[in-house]
Nanobody, 125 residues
Framework: QVQVVESGGGLVQAGGSLRLSCAAS????????MGWFRQAPGKEREFVAA????????QYADSVKGRFTISRDNAKNTVYLQMNSLEPEDTAVYYC??????????????????WGQGTQVTVSS
């Protein structure tokens, strides 16, 4: 089993930055691909970014390319999402997810096995 816990959400003005953290426990993180997803009110959960096991590959949604950066620190069993140039459209609950036993990334939520409880990000205009 893997437990993932997100942190770092909050309220920020448009154009600002936030860094989300995802701490994992239970198993060694570096063998898992990790992803970030988000869900805005009234909308379906959508892919944001993913990183392969050992940081072998990075994948981003078109809407966040050039603004968001995903990274991982396997020594700390933690994955990060640095979000810059935030826009009101980025307002959502952000979820971290782990893809058990897979080092390849995926933009599909059904490919991930373990999910955190989410952290709220609100961007004011």
């Amino acid at each position: 089993q893997v437990q993932v816990v997100e942190s770092g959400g909050g309220l920020v003005q448009a154009g600002g930055s936030l860094r989300l953290s995802c701490a994992a426990s239970g198993r060694t993180l570096n063998v898992y691909a990790m992803g970030w997803f988000r869900q805005a009110p009234g909308k379906e959960r959508e892919f944001v970014a993913a990183i392969g096991g050992f940081g072998s590959r990075l994948q981003y949604a078109d809407s966040v390319k050039g603004r968001f950066t995903i990274s991982r620190d396997n020594a700390k069993n933690t994955v990060y999402l640095q979000m810059n140039s935030l826009e009101p459209e980025d307002t959502a609950v952000y979820y971290c997810a782990a893809r058990w036993g897979k080092i390849t990334t995926s933009p599909n939520s059904y490919d991930y096995d373990y999910w955190g409880q989410g952290t709220q990000v609100t961007v004011s205009s």
